[in-house]
């Protein structure tokens, strides 16, 4: 299995609701990744875990919370958030970090749409 | 400031006809650079790593130091290749993206 999993696929929120993003994999990845694209830029980097740990926050407002249960999935928890914050969110993952010159895998990523 | 640049955001080019996406990026010690293509309604996925030195779907891309340049290249577009391409450079377990280049390959 050389797939990282996303759900839901497309979740619209009210800017009052509380939701969260999933995403899985099964490569025995130790590094996992949120990002957040808008249409036609590059994916922003948001959060970083190695070994389940949060390693990097690119000063992410707290309306986004990630969180690692453990080293096959990794959750962003939303919470009041505004119309900007629409866009695709990425998952990735990759076996020691990137900056071991590793393949990262992504995900299909859930499209979100704050109303 | 780690920087990735690519220079054009949209890119046509006849189907048969020689394919250059430009790649320059800002020098901080030993770079590791990668290509990252993102075909449409699928997943971004690598395209190929400049410390394999290996060709993915007949691109190859040469890193040059000097010019800190790593541009992609395929000397007879295909169809099939229309996608946004991403040049990207690691750097302490984040992975910085350019702001891509859309290729169009006309048939």
């Known amino acids: 299995d050389t797939e990282v999993t996303q759900t839901p696929k497309h979740l619209v929120m009210g800017m009052t609701n509380k939701k969260s993003l999933k995403c899985e994999q099964h490569m025995g990845h130790r590094a996992m990744y949120w990002y957040k694209q808008k249409a036609k830029k590059p994916p922003e980097l948001m959060f970083v875990y190695s070994y389940e740990k949060l390693s990097i926050n690119e000063s992410v407002p707290s309306r986004f919370s990630p969180e690692c249960p453990n080293s096959s999935l990794l959750n962003l928890h939303l919470h009041a958030l505004q119309p900007e914050d629409s866009a695709l969110y990425l998952c990735a993952s990759s076996q020691l970090g990137f900056v071991m010159n590793t393949e990262a895998f992504f995900g299909q990523g859930t499209r979100l749409t704050v109303v | ?107």
Not at chain 2, 12 to 22: D, H, I, Q, R
Not at chain 2, 25 to 49: A, K, M, N, T
Not at chain 2, 62 to 83: I, M, R, V, W, Y
Request: proline share 6%; glycine share 6%; hydrophobic share 35%.
């Open chain 2, 1 to 107: 400031a780690q920087r990735v640049t690519q220079p054009e955001k949209l890119l046509s080019v006849f189907k048969g006809a020689p394919v250059e996406l430009k790649c320059n990026y800002s020098y901080s010690g030993s770079p590791e650079l990668f290509w990252y293509v993102q075909y449409s309604r699928q997943r971004l996925q690598l395209l190929l790593r400049h410390i394999s030195r290996e060709s993915i779907k007949g691109f190859t891309a040469d890193l040059n130091k000097g010019e800190t340049s790593f541009h992609l290249k395929k000397p007879f577009a295909q169809e099939e290749d229309s996608a946004m391409y991403y040049c990207a450079k690691t750097s302490y377990d984040k992975v910085i993206f350019g702001p891509g280049t859309s290729l169009s390959v006309i048939p």
